[in-house]
């Protein structure tokens, strides 16, 4: 079973950039697929984010795919999620989830539904 820790939030002015990290223990994310949900206060958990198995596929939310990366380093066990230009929408909570992938390498998922594994959360402030 694999355990997941996001970490690299905080409060960041708008038009500033954060990278988000979502370390794994007890398992490799070598064969996982990992996606970011993010929840703003009041508002359901939301996607941001995904990346399949093989990392060779991602895809990012319509309203943010200008502005977000999601990336996979196997070797440091962790997922990156990059985000640029800040806004005071986007605050929220980030948090990482992962799915064990046994066919599809290159496939990702979007639903909270797809996932079995999910970490904390790091907390995400945009000031104006």
């Known amino acids: 079973q694999v355990q997941l820790v996001e970490s690299g939030g905080g409060l960041v002015p708008a038009g500033g950039s954060l990278r988000l990290s979502c370390a794994a223990s007890?398992?490799?994310?070598?064969?996982?697929?990992v996606a970011w949900f993010r929840q703003a206060p009041g508002k359901e958990r939301e996607f941001a984010a995904a990346i399949s198995r093989s990392g060779r596929r991602t895809y990012v939310a319509d309203s943010m795919e200008d502005r977000l990366i999601i990336s996979k380093d196997n070797a440091q066990n962790t997922v990156y999620l990059q985000m640029n230009s800040l806004k005071p929408e986007d605050t929220a909570v980030y948090s990482c989830?992962?799915?064990?992938?046994?066919?599809?390498?290159?496939?990702?998922?979007?639903?909270?539904?797809?996932?079995?594994?999910w970490g904390q959360g790091t907390q995400v402030t945009v000031s104006s």
């Open positions: 989830a992962a799915r064990e992938i046994f066919t599809g390498y290159n496939y990702y998922y979007t639903r909270r539904s797809d996932y079995d594994y």
């Open positions: 007890g398992r490799n994310l070598s064969t996982y697929a």
